[in-house]
């Protein structure tokens, strides 16, 4: 699926998703990734929710996220509960969706200035 162009060129949006693969702005990417509005971060050994952990919750919180989306590939899987629960602590709004919805959404509020971080898998 594409997606339409942005004018701020210093945003990370989304252009698409889908076969393995993300696209933001103009570079391909095929691990999963975690995506802030100006930041990216490579988790090439993060395969499946299963494989979440804690030191994932680290490396996003130091985003310093309002609100986190966990993009879980093709369907909408439910990570543990424990993993969730690091971010509701903190205070920080937790959302699990398919990636395609986790892209949108993370689109949508990027574009509302909000301090959005996604952690997409592929």
């Given at each position: 699926?594409?997606?339409?162009?942005?004018?701020?060129?210093?945003?990370?949006?989304?252009?698409?998703?889908?076969?393995?693969?993300?696209?933001?702005n103009g570079?391909t990417?095929?691990?999963?990734?975690?995506?802030?509005?100006?930041?990216?971060?490579?988790?090439?050994?993060?395969?499946?929710?299963?494989?979440?952990?804690?030191?994932?919750?680290?490396?996003?919180?130091?985003?310093?996220?309002?609100?986190?989306?966990?993009?879980?590939?093709?369907?909408?899987?439910?990570?543990?509960?424990?993993?969730?629960a690091?971010?509701?602590?903190?205070?920080?709004?937790?959302?699990?969706m398919?990636?395609?919805?986790?892209?949108?959404?993370?689109?949508?509020?990027?574009?509302?200035?909000?301090?959005?971080?996604?952690?997409?898998?592929?």
């Amino acid at each position: 699926m594409k997606f339409t162009q942005d004018s701020n060129p210093n945003l990370n949006l989304i252009r698409g998703y889908g076969d393995g693969e993300l696209r933001i702005n103009g570079v391909t990417f095929r691990s999963a990734m975690i995506v802030a509005p100006s930041s990216l971060r490579a988790e090439a050994e993060l395969i499946a929710v299963t494989d979440l952990n804690l030191g994932h919750v680290d490396r996003i919180r130091a985003f310093e996220p309002e609100l986190v989306l966990l993009g879980t590939g093709h369907r909408q899987i439910f990570p543990p509960a424990s993993f969730g629960a690091e971010f509701l602590r903190a205070g920080i709004g937790f959302e699990v969706m398919d990636t395609g919805a986790a892209c949108r959404t993370f689109n949508v509020l990027v574009s509302e200035q909000r301090r959005v971080v996604a952690l997409l898998l592929v």
